[in-house]
């Protein structure tokens, strides 16, 4: 098959999928803790961009993941990683809890479009980062009514008006109620990605909840090799 017939056959999100993967020989380093370096450490002296640059979380931050999920408050964005990482990082999905049991979310390529799903969809994961974006209790109605109006709005990396990815998506939602972008534009990327939350001086990280796969992991961590 000439290189034309693919490209003929290869359409939308599939075309961009096989390109990016041609040309990531050419990507930045990816962004963000790796999982499978990830390390408890002490909370005194520890920041943020020690996660981001150095895989480190206070011991006293980390607890099963469901438990996470249900003290996260509502209002807050949750940064989802996992081992089968993007080629960015390995934290590639950004959602929002606007209930105790729902979240609202862009879902990808693939998806509908942005839509709310269970809490309990977040379980798959292997971490989740819980940070704050400065959304009061009195908001939450304005943000709702955001979600329900940009409801179905398709995927579009680095989308603005009416199409967003995970990370525009809850920019839109923050400016509904008059707040800071949650997620910068990473400039060696050129893309809004999950991580860069946790650098956004209005943001805070408040704790993370692991699966049993990655609390195994940080517990009883692989001895290394001689």
Not at 198 to 222: C, E, I, K, Q, Y
């Amino acid at each position: 098959m000439s290189a034309t017939q693919l490209t003929a056959r290869l359409k939308g999100p599939l075309l961009g999928a096989v390109l990016i993967t041609l040309l990531s020989s050419c990507l930045p380093a990816p962004s963000g803790p790796s999982l499978t370096s990830l390390r408890l450490v002490p909370e005194q002296g520890w920041s943020t961009q020690d996660l981001l640059d150095r895989s480190e979380l206070p011991a006293s931050r980390v607890r099963p993941l469901a438990e996470a999920l249900r003290q996260a408050p509502v209002g807050s964005v949750l940064v989802a990683c996992e081992f089968a990482a993007a080629l960015w990082g390995p934290c590639r999905h950004l959602t929002r809890k606007i209930s105790e049991d729902t979240v609202a979310e862009e879902p990808g390529w693939f998806g509908r479009g942005a839509t709310e799903r269970p809490l309990t969809s977040l379980l798959r994961r292997d971490l989740a980062l819980v940070v704050t974006t400065g959304v009061r209790p009195e908001q939450i109605p304005a943000l709702r009514r955001e979600v329900q109006r940009l409801w179905a709005a398709p995927y579009l990396l680095n989308g603005t008006l009416n199409a967003f990815d995970c990370g525009t998506y809850q920019n839109a939602l923050q400016r509904a109620v008059g707040l800071p972008d949650a997620v910068p534009l990473d400039a060696r990327w050129g893309a809004y990605l999950p991580s860069g939350t946790l650098s956004v001086p209005t943001n805070t990280f408040l704790f993370a909840g692991a699966s049993d796969r990655l609390m195994h992991r940080l517990m009883d961590p692989p001895v290394p090799a001689p």
